[in-house]
Structures are given as C-alpha cells and as structure tokens.
C-alpha cells in the first residue's frame, strides 16, 4: 500500500509539472512562430520516481507470486503424499479382506468335510 501511495503521490507530481509545463508553452506558441530555432522540450532519459515505484511494486508483486506459489508447490506435495497414503489404507484394507474371505472359506471346507465325516460315521455305525 505504501508503494501505491508513493506512486499516486509522484504521479500526480508529474501531472502537475506537466499541466505548468503545457501552460507555459502555451504562453510561449505566439513567441516561437516569430522566432527562429524555437527550443523544444525533450523527455528524460534517465529512470523517473514514477518508474521506480512502478518497478519496485512489480518486483515486489513478482516476489509475493513466488512465495503463493512456493506454498502452492508445498500443498500439492502435501496432497500428494495423502492421496498416496489413504491408497496404501486402502489397498491393506482390501488384502486383509481377501485374507479373512480366503481364510473364512478354508474354515468353512474344514467344517463341511468334518460334517462329512461325521455324517458318513454315523451313516456307517446305524
């Protein structure tokens, strides 16, 4: 917020200085028809306070993207070792459940074949 505040301030500097500058050529235009090589204003080349402000804000926005996207980065891999995570879960979830089936369906032929026996037993000793 600083940065925009310095911003409008020099701006509205630059404003100024340009509305005086466009009011004293204009009392000046009648005097440069009647003269020779009237003198023309040319714009700086040097940086103005404006541009600095005005870079020093995209830098600073250009740092502050950096960092969102560094934690977003930071996120991802956090979301990513989660998702893995709740897969692994799953995935022993679903091999001690073939474990207690296979191993429910062994005990289920175990007591038939028992029963088998028994009932054969029976069957032989009537």
């Given amino acids: 917020m600083q940065q925009v505040r310095e911003f409008r301030a020099a701006a509205n500097e ?3 200085a340009a509305q005086r500058h466009h009011h004293d050529l204009s009392a000046l235009r009648p005097r440069r028809r009647a003269g020779a090589g009237a003198h023309r204003s040319r714009p700086r080349d040097q940086p103005t306070s404006i541009r600095q402000i ?4 995209i830098e600073g926005q250009r740092l502050l993207l950096a960092r969102r996207l560094t934690m977003l980065r930071s996120e991802q891999d956090q979301s990513d070792i989660a998702g893995l995570l709740v897969m692994t879960g799953a995935f022993l979830c679903l091999v001690v459940g073939m474990y207690i089936v296979v ?3 062994g005990r289920l032929e175990d007591a038939q074949r028992e029963l088998g ?3 054969a037993a029976a069957a032989g000793d009537a």
């Avoid at 005005?54 to 804000?57: C, L």
């Fill in 54 to 57: 005005a870079n020093s804000f």
């Fill in 103 to 105: 191993r429910g369906a």
């Fill in 14 to 16: 630059k404003l100024d």
């Fill in 117 to 119: 026996d028994r009932v």
